[in-house]
């Protein structure tokens, strides 16, 4: 079993930057892929990005690339998401997601919201 924790979240102003974490504990080695998803309300939760856990490789959304990094530290065994640029278009509920084939594990979820 996994459980994972986000952090970070809050409010800024467009242009702002904002750090979330998401740290895991239990049988991490249940999981090989951490993704950041988001949520608003009526719509569907869409994935932001995602980090493989041993190689690193990484995957953005096309809204987020270039503003957004996703990052690990396994010693931790948390990952990041700095969001940089932010728009009023990123706020929702940021979610955590751990996976490993038909696995998933997800958090609580952390509110951004960006005011203009």
């Known amino acids: 079993q996994v459980q994972l924790l986000e952090s970070g979240g809050g409010s800024v102003q467009t242009g702002g930057s904002l750090t979330l974490s998401c740290a895991a504990s239990?049988?991490?080695?249940?999981?090989?892929?951490i993704s950041w998803y988001r949520q608003v309300p009526g719509k569907e939760r869409g994935l932001v990005a995602a980090?493989?856990?041993?190689?690193?490789?990484?995957t953005y959304a096309d809204s987020v690339k270039g503003r957004f990094t996703i990052s690990r530290d396994n010693t931790k065994n948390t990952v990041y998401l700095q969001m940089n640029s932010l728009k009023p278009e990123d706020s929702a509920v940021y979610y955590c997601?751990?996976?490993?084939?038909?696995?998933?594990?997800w958090g609580q979820g952390t509110q951004v919201t960006v005011s203009s």
């Open positions: 997601k751990g996976s490993f084939e038909e696995n998933e594990y």
């Open positions: 239990g049988i991490v080695s249940d999981i090989n892929v």
């Open positions: 980090i493989t856990r041993v190689t690193g490789r990484t």
